[in-house]
């Protein structure tokens, strides 16, 4: 069964940083492009960032450019959004979702084109 979990959420000041992490079991993520999503309270889902299979393509939405970094370890099937200078209005719930990808460069920003994804964790950025 595949599954994709996050961690590493929770209280994070603003300026703070927090770094999640997205773990696959039941299947190997290095033939996987991943993700990252959420979704604030009232509003719909919005792409945050994703990579690339082989980790070399990398995209951010405008909003979180130069403050988040998405990265990938697939020797430990993990997944990994660095995020900086954190804004209130970032709180939110996020997601990482995969899909599986025969080429290595192609990255997905677009979450219908995703059909693994994680359960969420809650981020909330607050003083």
């Not at 209280?11 to 927090?18: D, I, K, Y």
């Not at 690339?52 to 990398?58: A, I």
Request: net charge neutral.
């Amino acid at each position: 069964q595949l599954q994709l979990v996050e961690s590493g959420g929770g209280f994070g000041q603003p300026g703070g940083s927090l770094r999640l992490s997205c773990a696959a079991s039941g299947f190997t993520l290095d033939s996987y492009a991943i993700g990252w999503f959420r979704q604030a309270p009232g509003k719909e889902r919005e792409g945050v960032s994703c990579i690339s299979s082989s980790g070399g393509s990398r995209n951010y939405a405008n909003s979180v450019k130069d403050r988040f970094t998405i990265s990938r370890d697939n020797a430990k099937n993990t997944v990994y959004l660095q995020m900086s200078s954190l804004k209130p209005e970032e709180t939110s719930v996020y997601y990482c979702a995969a899909r599986h990808e025969e080429s290595t460069a192609a990255v997905y920003s677009l979450e219908r084109f995703y059909d693994n994804w994680g359960q969420g964790i809650q981020v909330t950025v607050s003083s």
